[in-house]
């Protein structure tokens, strides 16, 4: 993906860390790059930040 795109997810691991605590940023991390590869053969990258990080928020959310 784009150098903009990884900056974006790099800002969206951020939020989701302050989000759930830095105990939990392993979590994040994994959460992250599970979601980003749902989107990794995307032709439009424009919109894989937002997606990515609302999966991954979900995601975080049922794990408790």
Request: aromatic content about 4%.
């Given at each position: 993906m784009?150098?903009?795109?990884d900056k974006?997810?790099?800002?969206v691991?951020g939020?989701?860390?302050?989000?759930?605590?830095?105990?939990?940023a392993?979590?994040?991390?994994?959460?992250?790059?599970?979601?980003?590869?749902r989107?990794?053969?995307?032709?439009?990258?424009?919109?894989?930040?937002?997606?990515?990080e609302?999966?991954?928020?979900?995601?975080?959310?049922r794990?408790?």
């Amino acid at each position: 993906m784009s150098a903009n795109v990884d900056k974006q997810l790099h800002q969206v691991e951020g939020r989701l860390v302050e989000r759930f605590g830095p105990e939990r940023a392993d979590d994040v991390r994994s959460a992250l790059s599970a979601e980003r590869g749902r989107f990794e053969g995307a032709r439009v990258t424009a919109f894989v930040p937002i997606l990515v990080e609302r999966h991954a928020r979900r995601r975080l959310e049922r794990q408790g």
